[in-house]
T-cell receptor
Framework: DIVMTQSPLSLPVTPGEPASISCRSSQSLLHRDGYNYLDWYLQKPGQSPQFLIYLGSNRASGVPDRFSGSGSGTEFTLKISRVEAEDVGVYYC?????????FGQGTRLEIK | EVQLVQSGGGLVQPGGSLRLSCAAS????????MHWVRQVPGKGLVWVSH????????NYADSVKGRFTISRDNAKNTLYLQMNSLRTEDTAVYYCAGDLIAAAGTHYDYWGQGTQITVSS
């Protein structure tokens, strides 16, 4: 199984400041088609997860452009350019390359 | 509007059975792979199972293989998860999720509201 490791696990951020979350996979997520099979999800308190970023760097429909994803192979990053109060929750990376599809442990973003 | 509405959760004794349902609307259900993902309260997300659009292929996490069965009724736009021989470690919130985005790989762009399953005597 592909192991996904996120850091940090807790991220206190002042509103208006940037935030960055790292995700590392135990094997490359770069497919021969040139895409990295890495997604990002946000689970707000008391809600189902929501789709943020797919194939490493593509924002899902309706996701604000302050969210961006980057990286390739085994190292990926989710960046929020200016954190807003509504961004609070747990962020998960997930590999969609092969079953079992595995998630990182989650990074809890909180407002200072 | 795409909607995934779940039903069928609850409390069950160890060794018991339960069936979850996920009613889909707002999209052509028969065109898309569907998944079940679970989450122990306060913990992370774990993929459980998925099924191909026409129901011809399915796969399972090792932890549920041989005990859980995923199925779908495309005429009723509904996804199911039959859970047998339930264990206390199956206690979790179960989400159905749809892979509707036209992109390579597996993605969960739509999620149900979640259903709590508690296995306890």
């Amino acid at each position: 199984d592909i192991v996904m490791t996120q850091s940090p696990l807790s991220l206190p951020v002042t509103p208006g400041e940037p935030a960055s979350i790292s995700c590392r996979s135990s094997q490359s997520l770069l497919h021969r088609d040139g895409y990295n099979y890495l997604d990002w999800y946000l689970q707000k308190p008391g809600q189902s997860p929501q789709f943020l970023i797919y194939l490493g760097s593509n924002r899902a429909s309706g996701v604000p452009d302050r969210f961006s994803g980057s990286g390739s192979g085994t190292e990926f990053t989710l960046k929020i350019s200016r954190v807003e109060a509504e961004d609070v929750g747990v962020y998960y990376c997930m590999q969609g390359l092969q079953a079992p599809f595995t998630f990182g442990q989650g990074t809890r973003l909180e407002i200072k | 509007e795409v909607q995934l509405v779940q039903s069928g959760g609850g409390l069950v004794q160890p060794g018991g059975s339960l069936r979850l349902s996920c009613a889909a609307s707002g999209f052509t259900f028969s065109n898309y792979w569907m998944h079940w993902v679970r989450q122990v309260p306060g913990k992370g997300l774990v993929w459980v199972s998925h099924i191909k659009s026409d129901g011809s292929y399915s796969n399972y996490a090792d932890s549920v293989k041989g005990r859980f069965t995923i199925s779908r009724d495309n005429a009723k736009n509904t996804l199911y998860l039959q859970m047998n021989s339930l264990r206390t470690e199956d206690t979790a919130v179960y989400y159905c999720a749809g892979d509707l985005i036209a992109a390579a790989g597996t993605h969960y762009d739509y999620w149900g509201q979640g259903t709590q399953i508690t296995v306890s005597s």
